[in-house]
């Protein structure tokens, strides 16, 4: 069975840092892509970054240049490392891998960012 447990949200003043894991169970990570999502109440979740299997990398605009994408096969785990935060980054942040059969999403974690 399939499982994705995210960790390291809390709340940070905007400028600051926080770094996110995602880690995976149950499937065969290293040839699976993995995805962050967020979401904030009465939005839809969007795509913040996106690691394949090869290692490639894709960015939303509004976090490109600041957050970073990067993954630990031997983990079996991805990390978000988000700097230069901003209040607008304030949502609940989801990790995500597609399956042939359908989409896997964690639990999600909280991420504060006060002005």
């Known amino acids: 069975q399939v499982q994705l447990v995210e960790s390291g949200g809390g709340l940070v003043q905007a400028g600051g840092s926080l770094t996110l894991s995602c880690v995976a169970s149950g499937m065969n990570f290293r040839s699976n892509a993995i995805s962050w999502y967020r979401q904030t109440p009465g939005t839809q979740r969007e795509q913040v970054a996106l690691?394949?299997?090869?290692?490639?990398?894709t960015y939303a605009a509004p976090v490109s240049g600041r957050f970073t994408i990067s993954r630990d096969n031997a983990k079996n785990t991805v990390y978000l490392q988000m700097n230069s935060l901003k209040p607008e980054d304030t949502a609940i942040y989801y990790c995500?891998?597609?399956?042939?059969?359908?989409?896997?999403w964690g639990q999600g974690t909280q991420v504060t960012v006060s002005s």
């Open positions: 995500n891998a597609p399956k042939p059969e359908r989409d896997y």
């Open positions: 690691i394949t299997n090869n290692y490639r990398t």
